[in-house]
């Protein structure tokens, strides 16, 4: 099994779920969210144990749902509180649960063993409070990828020079090296493209008259959490690789959810140093991030394809895999070490 | 394999049946029908010996098929009347074919070995001929599931309440228990729901003033035709289990036909003591049986499709499951002293 | 492996191909083509050996192709000669190259061992250079079926009685035996009516005022090009076999490419001895054309779904199958003695 279990995933936003029954598949297992009456969310199998109906085909009554089958019914702590027509319900009436936590409106689930689920585990960033900041939650990109394969790209800044070359990249920048630190995690693979025109994102969104120094640098947080941070500075200002935050920045945020070993939803948000409180801003920032990760979405999709054909030689390796490859490493290590299922 | 091959299935209503080649997969054999000049009803196998092109890709010339590639031609009997450009008919050159029995505007056909096809064992009920009942046959319901799901929904009154809130029943039926007796074929299930509003299919149809009683009786016939009495009686008639005559009675009548292991039809047909002679309250039935089978087939098929996945643990057992696990083991047991395939 | 790897597939016609990337599968390889500067067409493996992108999806950059993810780029022997941000290229960069050769506007690619790769083996007829002979590139016809139930289709006259009763064939033919020669390469099958009513085709195009002779003779190369020789002459002419010449005489020219085990395309062509320069008969012909192989697609496709069902019984074998199984029994040999695979 290729799934890192025992990790809070990103099920969404907070502001998509309401007293209704959402179902959601993370990691093969299909899961069923709703919000209680006292707002909390919580997670159920989804998947009634008597006849298999997902319970989301059912009805939520109260804090209850009800299979649309029997109208065996459940509570939000997964234990049977009816079985009509019958008094007795007996221990096996039950289904699993998954602990649910939100933080700065995104909902996090826990897909392993539920004693593990530690809430301080959960990602953050000091940016997430600091008022000075504009948060932005985007949307949610599907992508018929194997998760690693998205995870993999959001650590590589050399393909950003080609695969966006009209929004993020350019050509200037096909040629310079990419830097790494990958004893930590998270996993950095980072560049500057000093002193080149801005790019389409900054173009629209600096307002730069000259050349600027762009950089970009990817950290990658085990298992599928990434952050971007990129951003551009007059280059007359010959800024130093620490301050960045007197360029404008902008981090993107992906969080890599697997669905199937075929299928991955990137939950992703973004957060600036300018244009605070500005929306339009936010939605610009949106719509070239759309077509950007369009961009990706058509790339990897490819390469599934590809992969899922019989391979004849061995994919050859060149510099600028060595983030990559270490990522893939690290998790193969946590998933030898970690749950095998659930 | 999970069929039972000596049994009469169903292949649909004699109007369907022309002078014209009609294709129809059962128990996941490819079968032809056509009508004869002489109007008997003929089925063959659908597959030409010599490339296997489907005969009913063919012609139907008189009253013989004509392979659609080379001009094979085979007879009713699946004999090889003609192989053009050739005067030699090789004893291999035949089709199978299968009996077949029109009753009651019904067309049954024998997926078993052909020796063992006796026609008195073609489903019957005496109100077929009784002229005081009004017999439709209604429509073919196509279902993405097991037959094995499909027949079993027909021996399980206690989903009425949950599956059918709107049409076929009502909250006042969720706590009724589910009465059963399993000794014999057809195995059967019922509860009466004495004294409370009438449901909508009643509303509709029965023109009730006050509360009723209502009851359900499903028969289950092996392999898979179920007959479901149901029907209402004022409450202050306070009737009897078997004085159900007396009130307004229907007789939903499920032919299940297995087409493969994931596609099922359900043709049905339903008769009535009341609006003799009423096509109107025919087409009336007709619409409401169209909405509620319409929920089940939602509900089985999402089942049929939890079924393909990975099963963690075993399903749980409740009280109202007696008739539906009879049902199965039944099936077991014919499966296994009978044709293991045709 | 069901495909004969040493030989030349036709990939399309000439014109088709311009300075752009043209993703293509043949033999359930996926190949990449582009017309260089100098106009020479160049074939390379469509998967960049990094990260397996298909190369088609990247872009042309003067005669080389650049990867749409990284910018690995490649010349048109299949050379790496540029890995961005590195200066080292190593000798397991690179892709494969697939022989290609241009003939009359047909494009040819070999399969196989490059070592093998033989000009002179290319499919030719003197006629293509014959300017008394109108040249005519049609269409490309996907069918999902085995290459060999197409090819096998065309060297078997007996079929166009009954697959094309209103085009190509007639029931004056269906009794009328097939002679066969199976000793040479091509194997060759053919027919006359003799003293017939025209067939739709000629009704068009021969302007035929009373009975004709029409001949149909079937030529199938090896591994999968077949000519098909037909025409008409006015009966009282009296032709003889090798007096073709004198009648109205069109050839249809199948170049038949196995893409995968389940999907095939075929290119064909048509050249005739009338109506020389005249391009609207070229249109009619293409027409008629379209309308009698849309009906071998429906035919070989049913087959083809009928083949992957479970068989039962081995298929029966009639006397005009004697040119097909000649030709099944010629490509095994050939599958055997040749390359396994590329």
Redesign the interface.
Known sequence: MEFVFDAWYVAGWSRNFQHELVPQTILEQ?LVFFRQNDDKLVALED?C??????LS??NLVGDNV???????TFDGNGKCVR????D?L?P??YVDTYPVEERHGIVWVWMGIKEKADPNLIFNMDEFKDSSWHKHLGDALHIKAHYLNVAENLVDP??V???HPTTLGSAAS?????EVSTTDDPIAAWRWIRNAPPVGFFQKFGSFSGNVDRWHYYYLHLPSTAVIDFGSAASDLQLKEDERHKGVRIFAIHFVTPVTRDYTIDHWMHMRNAAVGNDDASKQIDDLFRIAFEEDK??LE??HK??Q?QQT?A??????DRAPLVYRKRIKELVNLGSQQR
């Open positions: 299909n998947r144990p008597h006849r298999l109906l997902p085909k059912g009800e299979c649309g089958y029997h109208g065996m079985i009509p027509a019958q007795n007996p096996s009436a050399a393909h020079s080609f695969v096909q040629d310079v090296p990419v058509e790339i490819a390469i590809e992969e054909r030689r994919p050859i390796r060149i510099a600028i």
